[in-house]
């Protein structure tokens, strides 16, 4: 009757806004961490120079996740995380495993993005700090990541944008407490719900558009702030 169709619309409008906050919530996680694990992790390997074998070995673990398809990503994640032997067992079924797994997946673009912005740099960058006696992180944080701030932010909003569309690998990993709008979308399609998978998916497309607007207005303020020197 109405009462029922009522409390069937009440839950589905509760079921998408939950949804919509943990795919955001799980996006953001995603692109900021991701963001300064990717590129530390590609200015220590691009400037180690002590050792060449780890340096080669480091770069094939940064390109492997592109060879790796997300369903076998996902089900990896579920046999290892899941034992109960594992001390890291306790962040299966959580927000955390969701984050993790979303970086590891879109790692090797963001890797060689980033890789390929510190290669512009001088070589000698490193050596002129240390015979000047400043310590090597504070010529990145004055000297690299502002010259590299583009591709900083291009990275953000690549993983964002990723992780609010991924299905192949979280769709093994949530709970009920962490379902994401592009999961929650191929579930409402497979129970017949062609107009809910619908308004979900646009939901989506919504939500990364406001936010990459959002980005562009940030980046585009921050960059004329800090690149004026392109223009000279």
Same mark, same amino acid.
């Given at each position: @009757? *109405?009462?029922?169709? /009522?409390?069937?619309?009440?839950?589905?409008?509760?079921?998408?806004?939950? @949804?919509?906050?943990?795919?955001?919530?799980?996006?953001?996680?995603?692109?900021?961490?991701?963001?300064? !694990?990717?590129?530390?992790?590609?200015?220590?390997?691009?400037?180690?120079?002590?050792?060449?074998?780890?340096?080669?070995? +480091?770069?094939?673990?940064?390109?492997?996740?592109?060879? !790796?398809?997300?369903?076998?990503?996902?089900?990896?994640?579920?046999?290892?995380?899941?034992?109960?032997?594992?001390?890291?067992?306790?962040?299966?079924?959580?927000?955390?495993?969701?984050?993790?797994?979303?970086?590891? *997946?879109?790692?090797?673009?963001? /890797?060689?993005?980033?890789?390929?912005?510190?290669?512009? +740099?001088?070589?000698?960058?490193?050596?002129?700090?240390?015979?000047?006696?400043?310590?090597?992180?504070?010529?990145?944080?004055?000297?690299?990541?502002?010259?590299?701030?583009?591709?900083?932010?291009?990275?953000?909003?690549?993983?964002?944008?990723?992780?609010?569309?991924?299905?192949?690998?979280?769709?093994?990993?949530?709970?009920?407490?962490?379902?994401?709008?592009?999961?929650?979308?191929? /579930?409402?399609?497979?129970?017949? @719900?062609?107009?809910?998978?619908?308004?979900?998916?646009?939901?989506?497309?919504?939500?990364?558009?406001?936010?990459?607007?959002? *980005?562009?207005?940030?980046?585009?303020?921050? +960059?004329?702030?800090?690149?004026?020197?392109?223009?000279?």
């Amino acid at each position: @009757d *109405h009462r029922d169709l /009522h409390k069937e619309y009440r839950r589905q409008r509760q079921m998408c806004i939950r @949804d919509s906050f943990n795919s955001v919530r799980m996006s953001l996680y995603a692109a900021f961490f991701g963001t300064i !694990i990717i590129f530390i992790g590609s200015y220590l390997i691009e400037k180690m120079r002590a050792d060449k074998s780890l340096r080669d070995i +480091l770069q094939m673990i940064a390109l492997m996740p592109m060879a !790796i398809p997300g369903i076998v990503l996902g089900l990896a994640y579920i046999f290892f995380f899941n034992m109960k032997d594992n001390p890291l067992n306790f962040i299966y079924a959580t927000m955390a495993i969701l984050v993790i797994n979303t970086v590891v *997946h879109f790692y090797t673009v963001s /890797h060689l993005s980033a890789i390929t912005a510190i290669k512009k +740099l001088d070589n000698e960058f490193e050596s002129v700090s240390l015979s000047l006696k400043v310590p090597i992180y504070k010529m990145f944080f004055r000297v690299t990541l502002p010259v590299c701030l583009p591709t900083v932010f291009d990275i953000f909003i690549y993983l964002f944008c990723n992780a609010m569309t991924t299905v192949s690998g979280v769709i093994f990993l949530y709970s009920y407490d962490t379902t994401l709008a592009s999961v929650s979308s191929i /579930h409402l399609d497979e129970q017949g @719900d062609v107009a809910g998978a619908a308004a979900m998916a646009m939901l989506i497309v919504y939500i990364s558009f406001l936010v990459r607007g959002i *980005h562009t207005i940030i980046s585009t303020f921050l +960059l004329k702030r800090t690149q004026a020197w392109r223009n000279i």
